[in-house]
Nanobody, 112 residues
Framework: QVQLGESGGGLVQAGGSLRLSCAASGSIFNAMGWYRQAPGKQRELVAS???????NYADSVKARFTISRDNAKNTVYLQMNSLKPEDTAVYYC????????WGKGTLVTVSS
């Protein structure tokens, strides 16, 4: 059974940085990435990365966030810099092949 384990969330001041990690069990996934959901808002894609290394970012995080992955460890990372209060959300890791698997989420809180 596939399991995704996230880590790295927490409380940070605006302008600070955090690094999220997500380790997946099982085979190498075609795509991995991160969604987030802020209170009262829909879940939105933050960033994704394919096994080939190609990436995709939400416009709101471009130039501030960097997604990367280590296929040998089946792990995806999200380096978040210049954090803003509007980045506050629960961040969910996902991994997909024929179906999508989700982590339980990690809370990121950015104080002003």
């Amino acid at each position: 059974q596939v399991q995704l384990g996230e880590s790295g969330g927490g409380l940070v001041q605006a302008g600070g940085s955090l690094r999220l990690s997500c380790a997946a069990s099982g085979s190498i996934f075609n795509a991995m990435g991160w969604y987030r959901q802020a209170p009262g808002k829909q879940r939105e894609l933050v960033a994704s990365i394919r096994a080939t290394g190609s990436t995709n970012y939400a416009d709101s995080v471009k130039a501030r966030f960097t997604i990367s992955r280590d296929n040998a460890k089946n792990t995806v990372y999200l380096q978040m810099n210049s954090l803003k209060p509007e980045d506050t959300a629960v961040y969910y890791c996902y991994a997909s092949n024929a179906r999508v698997y989700w982590g339980k989420g990690t809370l990121v809180t950015v104080s002003s």
